[in-house]
């Protein structure tokens, strides 16, 4: 599931935020074969932190 998000937002983790791209909650499930609500569970509160990014702002509080 994460690969699926971090692949949908390669733009974003190589060039930064003026090129993330806006998901909607049907995206990854179609692409997994998963329900909504599963991949919901599975990725709500949770970060991804991109390496070399040291900004406060970017890290859950």
């Known amino acids: 599931m994460a690969k699926a998000i971090v692949d949908k937002q390669k733009y974003f983790f190589d060039k930064g935020l003026k090129h993330i791209y806006i998901m909607t909650m049907k995206e990854i499930p179609q692409k997994l ?3 909504e ?3 919901s569970r599975a990725t709500t509160a949770k970060y ?3 390496i ?3 900004n406060s ?3 859950k509080a």
Do not use: A, E, Y
Request: charged share 35%; no cysteine.
């Open 57 to 59: 702002r970017n890290r």
């Open 33 to 35: 074969g998963m329900h």
């Open 37 to 39: 609500s599963t991949v």
């Open 52 to 54: 070399g990014l040291n």
């Open 48 to 50: 991804k932190k991109k």
